[in-house]
C-alpha cells in the first residue's frame, strides 16, 4: 500500500472518529445554554452557547435543560422530547409573529417552561397561539407571560390544549396570560382536545386579563373527558366571558376556588351542556356586564355558598345550586 493511501486513510479515520465524538457530546449534554449573543454552530455550552432554543434543543438530551445565560429573544421552538426551558432569573422572550410560540408535540414526553416571555405581537402579524399542546404526558408553565395573540379562528389562544388522544395534564402557574384572542375564537387558556383526547388542567396564582375569554373548556370535538381545577386565579376584562365550561360530548368537571372573575363584557362563570358540572366556592363574581353564574343546556353548576355574586347585570344566583 503507498505511502499515500495510508496517510488518506488515517486522515480519514481520525476525521470520522472527531465527527462522531462531537456528535455524541452535543446529543448526551444534559445542561445547554443560551445568549443574545450566542451562535447555534456552538456546542451551546456555558462558554459557546447557542443562539435560540431551537438550536439549543437539538444539542441537549431528553430529559435535559436549557438556561439563559443573559437576555434576549431566543426565537420559537418545536419540543418533541422531554425537556426544560428555564429562564427564571433573565429575560428569556420568543417573538411569535404569524406563528406559534412554543409546539409540544412528542409522545410521553414531560416538558417544564419556566421564566419564558412569549410575546405574539405586532397587531399586524399577530402570532397564532403562545403554547399548542398537541401530544405529551404533561406540561408546566411557570412564571411566563404569553402576550397578544390574536391569530385567526380556529388560533387566538395564549395556551391552547387540542390533543387528539389520550390525557394529557396541564399546570400553569405564576403566570400571566393577556389579550389574547379574537374576535370570533381564542382564549387566554383554551382546552379543546378532539378525537378521544382529554385533559387533567391545573391553574393556579395566575392572571388571565383582557383575553376574549379568559378560560375557556369544550368538549364539543372529543368523547374524552376535561378535568380542572382553578385555584386563586384572575378572569378579568374579556371582552365576552371570564370563565366558560362547554360539556357538549365529553365530560367537564370544573372546580373554582378563589376565583375572581371581574368585569368581563359577558358572563362571570358560564356552563353550558349537560356533561358539564362546575362548582365554585370562595370566589368573587362582581361587575360583569352579563349573568354572574349561569348554566345551560342541561349544565349544573354548584356553589359552596361562601362566594361573593353580586354587582353584576343578572347576579345569576338561581341557577346554582348550594352545596352543603
Known sequence: ????????????????????????????????????????????????????????????????????????????????????????????????????????????????????????????????????????????????????????????SGILVNNTSLTVELHVINSTITGNGNATSGAGINIAPTGTGGARVYVTNSTLLNNTIGLRTSTAATTGAIGITVTDTSATGSPLHGIVAEGTSGAIRMMLNGLTSANNLGDGVQATGGNAIVRIGSSTVTGNAGTGLIASGGAQLFTYGNNQVNGNTTDGSGSAVALR
Open 1 to 156: 500500500m503507498s505511502r499515500n493511501k495510508t496517510a488518506f486513510r488515517i486522515s480519514l479515520i481520525m476525521s470520522l472518529l472527531l465527527l462522531l465524538a462531537s456528535g455524541s457530546v452535543f446529543a448526551q449534554a444534559t445542561r445547554t445554554w443560551v445568549s443574545g449573543v450566542g451562535d447555534d454552530a456552538n456546542p451551546c455550552s456555558r462558554t459557546a452557547p447557542c443562539k435560540t432554543w431551537a438550536g439549543a434543543i437539538s444539542k441537549t438530551a431528553a430529559g435535559g435543560i436549557i438556561n439563559c445565560i443573559d437576555p434576549g429573544g431566543f426565537g420559537t421552538v418545536t419540543i418533541t422530547k422531554s425537556i426544560t426551558i428555564s429562564c427564571k432569573h433573565v429575560e428569556g422572550s420568543a417573538l411569535a409573529s404569524s406563528t406559534t410560540g412554543v409546539i409540544v408535540n412528542g409522545a410521553n414526553i414531560d416538558v417544564v417552561l419556566r421564566g419564558l416571555d412569549i410575546d405574539g405581537s405586532p397587531p399586524t402579524s399577530p402570532g397564532l397561539n403562545g403554547i399548542r399542546f398537541l401530544q405529551g404526558t404533561s406540561l408546566i408553565v411557570d412564571d411566563c407571560i404569553i402576550r397578544d395573540f390574536n391569530g385567526a379562528a380556529p388560533n387566538g
